[in-house]
């Protein structure tokens, strides 16, 4: 059966009237990974066994209280996680070589609090190795492919979720965003991709690349299935000190508000003449979409993104060396020569920034500068309730691009950095295609803690249009 | 090469306690260059009456109980470790053959 091809929105429905069970929609999404897997690459561990016995549990609750989901509001749902979360008893690799027999004693806590809600863990998907890429093409492990194009990168380094959300492996999906990282593979790979404010979701039990950035959040096929899962997911944590004490919106509930009135800014620096054509002409069309639904829209400037690049290369250098410093091969894992030569360069390039005489001259330079931004945004903000433009500069890229290119992930993040840097919400969502078939997405930036009003004008899109209802034919066997 | 010795990759190596071969040596030589070059651009920017942000969230002094809770057994904590001994992680001498 398809059930695979469900939205996580239509998946609770189904399951509330009995029209499908937990168990065949599982069974379905299993069935979909080992039909499409050898050629997407999106997994590195499938859980089988225990997604099924998971399901069958939930189908038991399901029938015996039909209240049951006000406390479970995910029962039965099948999710894919990105391997640089911790799951307990289930190998946990950041698809580094490093950790390629690691089995955690904990949960990360948005997995804790997926499975609290009664979600079923399919398995973990592929990424650039410690995320530290944007392509997926530097994981230790293989290569993930776009489910739109085999030929083509799925972005990253939160690939292997966009892929499985795209190619129908799995009903939702939850990635991980230092500066880029959810946003732009779900861009490549046609689907949405929610980096909520720094500080929402707690950072626990995620395999920590750049603490000052790194961000958890919902890839999915829709605005509101991201919605519904950052409810899930979002909220202060004793296991982080940098969660937010603010509490949690009911953002499936606010999506229907009247979004007319709403102020939308284009920043001219994001549409740049280095932006590809079919992208700035895709993401005009979906500005006049949401101008006819009553937003009001103005152009700005923003700080030149191009500085963001420099801002980030430095911060997230220099906390990958503090952060990965940890990896002895003594508690777990292998010793440090099983690093990849992306890690060890950022390693080295963080450790030059950080250490005596350069120290001024890089990292707290680069931490002055994160301040300019920081301003530049609230100033933005006074003007506009939103920002909008392109994700990234181009669709998704050939294998093999991000090969030999120590700054290949910077520069297809460049319209993604300014954001992360200060910390603000983001959501990514398809717009068209290019003439070659690729998706083509826009991005909606927020205020810092308004996921509300980021999620409300891409559910407005989403009710106009029906870019995010197509995915990719898979040639199967 | 602008922007690095091969000196200096030879100390960072030994800062970060990575062992690279000739080749990958000279390949990150170059690449960690190029990175170096790319963030130069950070020198334009005035930032004399910015101060530094570290992080964002506006949160200072986070406290939480200090409560006693479940923590994990020792066979659990030493359940991934390749070497151990008498219940304890086993390492590498740290000052072997200096005696």
Known sequence: MDHFRLDLKQTLEDYRSRKVSPTEVVRACLERISATDDKINAFITVFADQALKEARVAETKIFSDPNIWKDLPLLGVPVSIKDNFCTKGGLTTAASRVLDNFIPLYDATVVARLRRAGAVILGKTNLDAWAHGS???????????????????????SGGSAASVAAQQTIISIG??????????AAWCGVCGLKPSYGRVSR??????????DCPGPVTKSVWDAATVLKVIAGQDSLDA???PQPVPDYPSLLDSSIKGITVALPQEYFASWVNTEVLSAVSQAVEV????????????LFDPQYAIAVYTILQRSEVSSNLARYDGIRYGHDRNHFGQEAKRRIMLGSYALSAGYYD????????VRTKICQDFNTAFQEADLILGPVSPSPALPVGAAQNDPMF???QDILLEPSAIAGLPGISLPCGFSKEGLPVSFQIIGPRLKEELVLRLAYAYQQVTDWHKQFPTIKLK | MKGFSTEDIRHLCGLTTLKLSPLVLKQIHAQLSETLIAVEKLKEINTAQLEETNQVT???NVFRSDQPRPSQNQANALSNAPAIHQGFFKTQPLFAGKK
């Open chain 1, 135 to 157: 392509s997926t093409e530097t994981s230790d492990f293989f290569t993930t492919r776009n489910p739109w194009d085999l030929d083509r990168l799925p972005g990253g380094s």
């Open chain 1, 176 to 185: 991980s965003e230092t500066a880029g990282s959810i946003r732009q593979p």
């Open chain 1, 204 to 213: 626990s039990g995620l395999i920590a690349m750049a603490s000052s950035l």
């Open chain 1, 242 to 244: 940098t969660t937010s």
């Open chain 1, 290 to 301: 949401l101008r006819k639904l009553g937003v009001k829209v103005k152009k700005i400037s």
């Open chain 1, 361 to 368: 001259k890089y990292y707290r330079q680069a931490l002055k």
């Open chain 1, 409 to 411: 992930g910077e520069k």
């Open chain 2, 58 to 60: 506006g949160l200072t």
